[in-house]
């Protein structure tokens, strides 16, 4: 049973940094691409970053590119998204999402909450 858990947010001014987690259990973590998506108050589902199973190739929705890093600890079982230069539109719950590198589609945790604001 695939269990993503989340954490790492937080309240941060425009301009700071936040890093989330992804703990992952439940299947083979290292056989399986993933993805950061997140969804802002009112707004649908949105993708942000996803990664190859392996860890070569990433990849960035337009918005967060240049400011978001996207990476994964395969032994640890553990997936990251470095958030540098945040901006007020960033705020958002963020999920990690299991088994896609290109949407926001598939299992996801229970979300770490995002805001930025001064």
């Known amino acids: 049973q695939v269990q993503l858990v989340e954490s790492g947010g937080g309240l941060a001014q425009p301009g700071g940094s936040l890093r989330l987690s992804c703990a992952a259990s439940?299947?083979?973590?290292?056989?399986?691409?993933m993805s950061w998506a997140r969804q802002a108050p009112g707004k649908g589902l949105e993708w942000v970053s996803g990664?190859?199973?392996?860890?070569?190739?990433?990849y960035y929705a337009h918005s967060v590119k240049g400011r978001f890093t996207i990476s994964r600890d395969n032994a640890k079982n553990m997936l990251y998204l470095q958030m540098n230069s945040l901006k007020p539109e960033d705020t958002a719950l963020y999920y990690c999402?299991?088994?896609?590198?290109?949407?926001?589609?598939?299992?996801r945790g229970q979300g770490t909450q995002v805001t930025v604001s001064s």
């Open positions: 999402v299991y088994g896609t590198a290109t949407t926001s589609q598939g299992t």
């Open positions: 439940g299947f083979t973590f290292s056989l399986y691409s």
């Open positions: 990664i190859s199973s392996a860890g070569t190739g990433t």
